[in-house]
């Protein structure tokens, strides 16, 4: 029997699949042959995470690295081409909304082999946003389409996609996160950070459009100094971030602590005992929503409105002068109550690993 391919990339792809390849082991017939195309590369952006998760070592790295989007995507492409012409595959399995995911699923369809996408139908509706156009192309093209939502359900099927290939399953970016949080509570990570249990703030920025534009950069470390005279701060600092600070000339306020990405079990371990975060990711706000942890989230939108709706995030948009105020709400006692999302219980990783072993039947 041919392969089952299985894509990871960057960063936020190592915790949606470890919970998948884990499933697998239960159906021996299953074969994967893991794929990681080298998107991210760095000790700190992707290898901890294998250690740390327990994931296999990829059987391919297709070692792309950093560059525009058009090239990255096109190396993506090439060498995963390639990968298809040595390899025979009944189905390629994407994750999230990253470069690797798209450009995977482009070469697999226009191979005639199928895509399952896990956390299909999420929908920011920003058209600028880098990783919207990725999960539209990406769900368009695929033949599986997993989701982590009810509303990631309504939306594909508003685009038109067939009910029969859309399978609820919860989030297996949850089930990493629960598998985990004991392990992650127990290296004490705040101890060597000397910050407070429930005392502090953990900050992330990635987003180019936070961190690529000069002014609005200044305006968010200005605003991150007045969040640091309230609470202590602790800002682990992504690679895109830290290019454009040096770039650009600017400094992280003194007040802030700051430090270099940090591992999962260790920043997993820093969000559950923060007071609240403040954060663009997208995973973070779906992981303090598991922790019921408030999470502020820097942007106009989001793809994730579960986590809002049932959740601790709230949406502060795109202006930095709204930081402060919503900073101070928490502090003084207003925070959403959180009912973690339905499905959001440890077995999604379960569910897509049975709906493809049946798949493989079928095959
Ligand atoms: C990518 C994803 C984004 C995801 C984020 C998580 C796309 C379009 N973007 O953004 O959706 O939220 O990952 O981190 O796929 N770099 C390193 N070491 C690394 C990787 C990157 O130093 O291991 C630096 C390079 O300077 C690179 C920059 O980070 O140019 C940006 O990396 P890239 O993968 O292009 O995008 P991210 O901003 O990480």
Redesign the pocket.
């Known amino acids: 029997m041919s392969d089952l391919i299985c894509v990871v990339g960057?960063?936020?792809n190592f915790m949606k699949m470890a919970p998948i390849l884990d499933a697998l082991r239960a159906y021996p017939a299953v074969r994967p042959f893991l794929v990681h195309t080298g998107?991210?590369?760095?000790q700190a952006?992707?290898r901890v995470f294998f250690t740390e998760l327990g994931l296999p070592v990829p059987d391919r790295n297709l070692e792309v690295g950093?560059d525009t989007?058009a090239r990255?995507t096109a190396r993506i492409m090439e060498s995963f081409d390639a990968l298809l012409d040595e390899r025979s595959a009944w189905m390629v399995v994407v994750v999230g909304?990253?470069?690797s995911t798209v450009a995977c699923s482009l070469v697999a369809v226009k191979r005639g082999v199928r895509v399952a996408h896990v956390e299909a139908g999420l929908r920011s509706r920003d058209r600028s946003m880098?990783?919207e156009i990725?999960r539209l192309v990406t769900d368009a093209i695929s033949d599986l389409l997993f989701a982590t939502s009810p509303d990631a359900v309504d939306n594909l099927v508003a685009e038109g996609v067939a009910r029969s290939k859309i399978h609820l399953v919860g989030n297996p970016m949850i089930d990493t996160l629960k598998r985990h949080l004991d392990a992650a509570r127990g290296r004490k990570t705040l101890d060597r950070f000397g910050l407070p249990a429930r005392g502090y703030a953990v900050v992330t920025l990635?987003r180019p459009s936070n961190v690529d534009d000069g002014a609005g950069l200044g305006s968010i470390l200005e605003a991150l100094r007045g969040v640091a005279d309230r609470l202590p701060v602790l800002f682990p600092v992504?690679?895109?971030t830290r290019?454009r600070m040096t770039r650009l000339g600017f400094r992280a306020p003194a007040s802030l602590q700051v430090c270099d990405p940090l591992g999962y079990l260790d920043f997993l371990g820093l969000l559950d005992s923060a007071r609240f975060v403040l954060t663009d990711?997208?995973g973070i706000q779906e992981e303090t929503t598991a922790l019921d942890v408030p999470c502020l989230t820097l942007r106009a939108n989001t793809e994730r409105p579960i986590t809002i709706d049932e959740g601790t995030n709230r949406l502060l948009g795109d202006d930095p002068a709204a930081i402060l105020p919503a900073v101070d709400a928490i502090m003084g006692g207003q925070a959403p109550p959180a009912r973690s999302p339905k499905l959001w219980d440890g077995r999604a990783g379960e569910r897509i690993a049975s709906i493809l072993a049946e798949e493989a039947g079928d095959h």
């Open positions: 960057a960063r936020p998107q991210h590369y760095d952006m992707s950093s989007h990255q909304d990253v470069n880098p990783e990725n990635h992504h690679p895109r290019e990711s997208g």
